[in-house]
C-alpha cells in the first residue's frame, strides 16, 4: 500500500491546494473605491472654458450613423475645441463587425447597457439627466441647440490634458485642473484613447455597404476605470491639481498619430461631466 | 533574446539527454503542417481583401524520446494568421517546449504541457488548430503512481495566450483510482468502479473593477478554487459516469462580474452490446466559465472545459448552427439509440442497416435576478419551468451496404436553434435537414462518392444582423479517389430562398502514407466552427486554400 512519506506529502498538497481559494462574505463584495493616479498642488489652468463631452453610440451595421457623422463634424467645425467627440461602438446588434476590424471596447458595451441605449445614433452630452432619465439626443435632428445649452454653462473647474509618449509606448499623461467654484461631493477623473481615421466598412442609410468607410473619434481603450479614477479631496474655489498618469499602451492596432487621449471630470454619483479637454499624443523622442 | 536562450536551452537539453542515456540515439519524431489561405473582396458573401495577399499558419512540432526521458518543441509561424483566428498570433518563434522524465511511479515534465482532470469541468489544458486555440499551461506537472490503480496527478503553471500567458497563475490537484485494481477482493468483480477528486486554484492579482455603484470598487477573491467529484462505473454492457463540479466565487468579466458560487453536474448512462446501444445524458450547467484572467473573454485563457452535449454530425448543413456550449449556464438532455436491422430482413438487405436516432434539446436555466455587478447575480432553479429554448435536434441516420461496392448513408433532422446563443437576440430558427450520400468503389484504387444535402429554414435575411447563413440551402458534393493517391472534390452550396450567395469550391489532394496535401479554390461562407461545443466565428472569404500535413 502508500508508503507514508507519499501519504503526508499528498495530504500536505492537499491541504496546500484547498487553501488556495477564498470566500467573500456577502457584505464584504465591494470596498471604497481606490486612488489612481499621483496628485499635487497644480500650476492651474489658462483655458477655464466650459467644453462639451459628446459621446455617440454607434456602429458599423447602423445605416444612419454616417448621417450623424456629418452632423458632428459640422458641430466640430463650428464649436472647435469646445467639442470633444467620442464614437462608442456597443455590443448591440449594431456593432458587431462587418469585416475583421472590431471597434467594440468592453467599456463602451458597459455604458451602453449602463446608460440605456437602445437606438443608434443616438448622443448623450456630458452624460446628463433630464426629469431623472439620461439625456439622449437624436444627432439626426441636429446637435447645435443641445451643445449650446451646454455651452452656456459657466465652467465650475477648468481642465487641461497634456500627454507625452516615449519608445516603449509608455504614456506620461498630465492633467490639470482648477477650481473656478467650490464643488460639493467625489469628482472622477476619467482618461479615455480615441482614434481617428480608421478605415472599416459601414451601412450607409441608402442600404449599401462602404468598406472604406473612415471612423473618426473611436474610443479604442479606457485607461482609467470604466468610471473613472477618484479625485483626493473635493475641489473648493481655486484649489488647484495636477495629477501624472503612466500608461503602457497596446499599441498593436492603433495608429499613434491618429489617437487622442480625452480627461473628463465626472460627478461620482451622477456621472454628469463638469468639463473635459483633449490632447493628441506627443512623441518625447 | 529569450526566445533563443530558451531554443539553445531545448537544444542543450536534447544533447545532454541523448548523449548521457547509454548508447541509445533515441528517437525523434514530429510533425509539420501548413495551412495557407488567400482571400479577396467579393460583395456578395461579404469578404475582405486580405492586405497581406497570403495568410499563413505553420507549425512544426519536434519530439525525443530516449529511455525514460522525452523532450519536445514546436515551432510556429503566423504571417499573418488565417481568417477568423485571433490577430494576436500574428508573429512567429518558439511556442511549446518540454521535458519529461517517466519511470514506473512518476512522471515529471516541465514546459508547456496540456492535461485534463476527468472530464475537464475543472482543467483542461488542450490545443484545437481549427479553433486556433492554444491553452497549454507553462509550469511543472507531476504526476505520481504509489501504488497500481492510482494516479495523483499535481500541476502548476500559466496559461498560452498567443504569444503571451495569461496573467493568473492555476495550481491543480488530482487523484485518479481504479477501485477494482486497488481493492484485491474486486479484481475479479464484473462492475468495475473509477473514482476521481480534483481540485483547480486560479490566483491573480487584484486590479481595479468598479460596481454599479461607481462609488465602490469589486473585493475580489485573488485565489479562486474549483473542485470535482467523478465516478465511472461500468458493468457488463452497462455503464454510468457522474461528475459534479463547484466553482467558487469568480466575478469575471463573462459573468458580469457577480460572486455567485459555479456548479456543473454531467450524467453520462449507456447500455452497449453488438448491433445495439442506447445512451442518456444530462448536464446542468451554471456559471462555469472559469478563466485564469478575470477580465478575458473570447476563445483565450479557459482553464476549464464544459462539453458538448450536443449530438456531433457529419453533413455540412445539421452544421450550420451549431450549438455553443453556455458555459454560464444551459441545462440539456441528450438520448441516443443506436440498432442494426438484421441481415436478410426486408429493411437489413443482404449486409444490414445501422440505425442511429437523436434527441437533443438545451435550454436556458430557469434563473431570477438579483443584481447587477457586485452581487451574488442572481439565483437558479435546480430544473425548473421558465427557461428559455436554445436548441433542439432531432434526427434519423441510416448506414445501408447494398453490396461489396455500393454503400449508402441517409439522415434526416429538425433543428431547432436560438441566435441568442451566438450572442445576438433574434427568432428562432427551424431547420428541416435532409442528408444523403453514396459511395461507389470503382475498382481497387477508384472510389465515388456523391452527396446531396438540403436544407429548409424559416430563418430571414437580416442585414443588420447580416448572418448569411439565413435561408434555404442546397449543397452537392462529388468527390473522387483515384490512383491510391489522389482525390478531386467539386462542393456546391447555394442558398436559394432569403439568403446571400453561392458557395463552390473544388478542391485536389494528394495522400501519400502519412502526408497530405490539399489545394482547393472557392468560396468559403461566413459561419461559425465548433468543435465539442467551443466555437470561433469563421468570415467569408474567396481565394485559395492549401493545407499540408505530414508527421514521422
Request: glycine fraction near 8%.
Amino acid at each position: 500500500m502508500m508508503h507514508k512519506p507519499h501519504i503526508l506529502l499528498f495530504t500536505c498538497l492537499t491541504l496546500a491546494a484547498f487553501v488556495s481559494c477564498q470566500k467573500i462574505e456577502n457584505d464584504s463584495y465591494l470596498r471604497p473605491a481606490g486612488t489612481v493616479g499621483t496628485w499635487h498642488e497644480g500650476v492651474g489652468v489658462s483655458d477655464k472654458n466650459q467644453r462639451v463631452l459628446l459621446e455617440k453610440y454607434t456602429g458599423p451595421r447602423c445605416a444612419f450613423c454616417p448621417n450623424a457623422d456629418l452632423i458632428i463634424a459640422d458641430a466640430s467645425a463650428r464649436y472647435g475645441s469646445k467639442l470633444i467627440a467620442a464614437a462608442i461602438h456597443d455590443s448591440s446588434s449594431f456593432g458587431r463587425p462587418l469585416g475583421i476590424v472590431d471597434l467594440r471596447t468592453d467599456e463602451g458595451n458597459a455604458w451602453c447597457q449602463y446608460f440605456e441605449i437602445t437606438q443608434h445614433p443616438i448622443v448623450m452630452l456630458n452624460r446628463t439627466k433630464e426629469n431623472g432619465q439620461w439625456l439622449k439626443v437624436d444627432p439626426i435632428g441636429g446637435v447645435n441647440d443641445p451643445i449650446q445649452t451646454v455651452l452656456q454653462d459657466t465652467a465650475g473647474v477648468a481642465i487641461s490634458i497634456r500627454c507625452v509618449s516615449d519608445a516603449d509606448s509608455l504614456l506620461q499623461i498630465t492633467v490639470n485642473l482648477d477650481a473656478l467654484t467650490d464643488i460639493p461631493g467625489e469628482l472622477m477623473l476619467n482618461l479615455i484613447i480615441t482614434e481617428d481615421s480608421i478605415v472599416a466598412p459601414q451601412m450607409q442609410s441608402s442600404g449599401q455597404r462602404l468598406d472604406t468607410y473612415i471612423h473618426n473619434h473611436v474610443l479604442r481603450q479606457v485607461i482609467t476605470d470604466i468610471w473613472g479614477t477618484p479625485l483626493p479631496s473635493t475641489l473648493k474655489k481655486a484649489d488647484r491639481l495636477e495629477a501624472q498618469f503612466e500608461y503602457v499602451w497596446n499599441s498593436a492596432n492603433l495608429n499613434i498619430r491618429h489617437c487622442h487621449i480625452v480627461a473628463f471630470l465626472t460627478e461620482k454619483e451622477s456621472h454628469r461631466v463638469l468639463n473635459c479637454d483633449q490632447c493628441s499624443i506627443e512623441s518625447a523622442l | 533574446m529569450k526566445k533563443k536562450s530558451i531554443l539553445l536551452l531545448a537544444v542543450g537539453a536534447l544533447c545532454i539527454i541523448s548523449t548521457t542515456w547509454g548508447q541509445n540515439a533515441g528517437r525523434v519524431s514530429g510533425s509539420v503542417q501548413i495551412e495557407a489561405q488567400t482571400s479577396h473582396r467579393d460583395t456578395a458573401i461579404g469578404s475582405e481583401d486580405v492586405p497581406s495577399r497570403l495568410l499563413l499558419n505553420s507549425y512544426a512540432d519536434f519530439r525525443y524520446d530516449n529511455g525514460p526521458f522525452s523532450a519536445g518543441l514546436r515551432f510556429e509561424a503566423y504571417h499573418n494568421p488565417l481568417l477568423g483566428f485571433d490577430p494576436s498570433y500574428k508573429g512567429a518563434g518558439l511556442a511549446h517546449y518540454f521535458f519529461s522524465y517517466q519511470n514506473d511511479q512518476l512522471e515529471l515534465t516541465a514546459g508547456h504541457y496540456y492535461e485534463q482532470f476527468g472530464q475537464g469541468l475543472v482543467l483542461r489544458a488542450y490545443e484545437d488548430r481549427l479553433l486556433g486555440l492554444d491553452n497549454a499551461l507553462q509550469g511543472v506537472r507531476l504526476k505520481y503512481r504509489p501504488v497500481k490503480g492510482i494516479t495523483l496527478t499535481g500541476l502548476i503553471g500559466r496559461q498560452r495566450s498567443a504569444w503571451d500567458f495569461g496573467a493568473g497563475i492555476v495550481r491543480g490537484l488530482d487523484g485518479e483510482m481504479a477501485l477494482n485494481s486497488i481493492f484485491s477482493t474486486l479484481s475479479e468483480s464484473k462492475t468495475r468502479v473509477n473514482i476521481g477528486l480534483s481540485f483547480v486554484s486560479r490566483f491573480e492579482d487584484d486590479e481595479s473593477i468598479t460596481s454599479d455603484n461607481p462609488a465602490y470598487m469589486l473585493n475580489l477573491p485573488l485565489n479562486v478554487g474549483a473542485v470535482s467529484a467523478r465516478m465511472h462505473m461500468t458493468h457488463g454492457h452497462f455503464s454510468l459516469q457522474a461528475e459534479y463540479a463547484g466553482k467558487g466565487q469568480d466575478p469575471n468579466i463573462t459573468n458580469g462580474y457577480i460572486y455567485k458560487y459555479g456548479s456543473a453536474v454531467l450524467l453520462n448512462t449507456q447500455y452497449a452490446r453488438p448491433g445495439f446501444s442506447a445512451s442518456l445524458r444530462a448536464q446542468r450547467v451554471d456559471n462555469m466559465d472559469f478563466r485564469s484572467v478575470r477580465s478575458r473573454s473570447g476563445d483565450m485563457l479557459h482553464i476549464n472545459y464544459i462539453p458538448s452535449i450536443a449530438q456531433p454530425h457529419s453533413y455540412t448543413f445539421f452544421n450550420l448552427y451549431p450549438y455553443a456550449t453556455q458555459t454560464n449556464g444551459e441545462l440539456g438532455i441528450q438520448g441516443n439509440l443506436y440498432f442494426k436491422l438484421r441481415k436478410g430482413t426486408a429493411l437489413g438487405g443482404k449486409y444490414g442497416t445501422d440505425v442511429h436516432l437523436n434527441y437533443t434539446t438545451i435550454s436556458s436555466l430557469d434563473t431570477m435576478r438579483i443584481g447587477g455587478r457586485g452581487t451574488d447575480g442572481y439565483t437558479s432553479k435546480p430544473i425548473g419551468s421558465n427557461r428559455e429554448h436554445y436548441y433542439t435536434d432531432l434526427s434519423i441516420e441510416l448506414s445501408h451496404k447494398f453490396s461489396p461496392t455500393v454503400k449508402a448513408g441517409f439522415c434526416a433532422g429538425y433543428i431547432v436553434f436560438n441566435p441568442i446563443v451566438e450572442g445576438h437576440a433574434g427568432q428562432l430558427h427551424h431547420n428541416w435537414v435532409l442528408a444523403t450520400d453514396v459511395t461507389l468503389k470503382l475498382g481497387s484504387r477508384r472510389v465515388l462518392r456523391l452527396e446531396a444535402e438540403w436544407l429548409e429554414s424559416d430563418s430571414k435575411y437580416d442585414a443588420v444582423v447580416d448572418d448569411k447563413r439565413c435561408g434555404d440551402w442546397l449543397m452537392e458534393v462529388v468527390e473522387y479517389h483515384f490512383a491510391r493517391h489522389f482525390f478531386v472534390q467539386a462542393n456546391l452550396q447555394r442558398c436559394y430562398h432569403d439568403g446571400t450567395g453561392n458557395y463552390n469550391q473544388v478542391a485536389v489532394g494528394y495522400t501519400h502514407n502519412a502526408s497530405r496535401l490539399q489545394v482547393g479554390y472557392g468560396r468559403q461562407r461566413q459561419g461559425i466552427v465548433c468543435v465539442g461545443g467551443v466555437c470561433r466565428e469563421m468570415p467569408a472569404s474567396n481565394g485559395l486554400t492549401v493545407s499540408f500535413i505530414t508527421s514521422f
